[in-house]
């Protein structure tokens, strides 16, 4: 099993930046798929962003592309996500997740590994 942590969460100005980051323990990093969802209240869990195992392909929900950019560093046991050009609506708490299995990358069930989740708060 992995362990998740993220950090990074933030209250920010519309049009900022942050990095959000994925702290993973336990069975080593690449042997996982990672996705980032975020959760606004009263929303249900949505797709951001995800990779696969060895960085080589990226996944992006169209609300944040070319505005995000997901990243990793197996080395370091380490997920990140840059969010640039932030919205109001990009508020929510941002989890991380993993997955061994490949398939789609953009759906709840498809990651038996979470975060806790980091609040990123964007003001307009």
């Known amino acids: 099993q992995v362990q998740l942590v993220e950090s990074g969460g933030a209250l920010v100005q519309a049009g900022g930046s942050l990095r959000l980051s994925c702290a993973a323990s336990?069975?080593?990093?690449?042997?996982?798929?990672m996705g980032w969802f975020r959760q606004a209240p009263g929303k249900e869990r949505e797709f951001v962003a995800a990779?696969?195992?060895?960085?080589?392909?990226?996944y992006y929900a169209d609300s944040v592309k070319g505005r995000f950019t997901i990243s990793r560093d197996n080395a370091k046991n380490t997920g990140y996500l840059q969010m640039n050009s932030l919205k109001p609506e990009d508020t929510a708490v941002y989890y991380c997740a993993a997955a061994v299995l490949a398939g789609v990358v953009d759906t709840t069930s498809q990651y038996p590994y979470w975060g806790q989740g980091t609040q990123v708060t964007v003001s307009s």
């Open positions: 990779i696969t195992r060895t960085g080589g392909s990226t």
């Open positions: 336990g069975r080593p990093f690449s042997s996982y798929h």
